[in-house]
């Protein structure tokens, strides 16, 4: 082939530390354009991102030239950094350590863009907890659970 075609796309979640309510509406209107910005700025496209209190969800699709692992080490520590810098933020800020992040097909592309966007109703059924392992499982990815969380 003359040249590289690539469709790699991710559905990555992670969560504040402990899990605390940390990212308000008004941090959340912000945080996420913020965290599109640096995606976009490593090459790839933020297709979804959305989340509750204390996790996000992102769609996005990344070039064959960037490594996943770098891409989530600058979203997470920028992010982290932006935010507890803005003055209207109150407090301290941080992720948990680790992230899970699945791939995703075209054709579900779809359907995980609007899962992401229903996250507020859909953790009014569910903790993040009980979605995560859920996740995993129809993933089929090995885990303990005394180490999903910090």
Known sequence: ??????????????????REPLVTTEARDQLYPYIGGIIRGERGVPISIGGTTDHVHILCKLSPSISFSNLMQKVKGNSSKWLGEQTWYRGAFSWQRGYAAFSVSQSSAEKVAAYIGRQEEHHRKMSFREELIEILKKHGVEYEERYLFD
């Open 1 to 18: 082939m003359a040249s590289t075609l690539t469709n790699f796309l991710y559905h990555v979640v992670f969560s504040t530390k402990n």
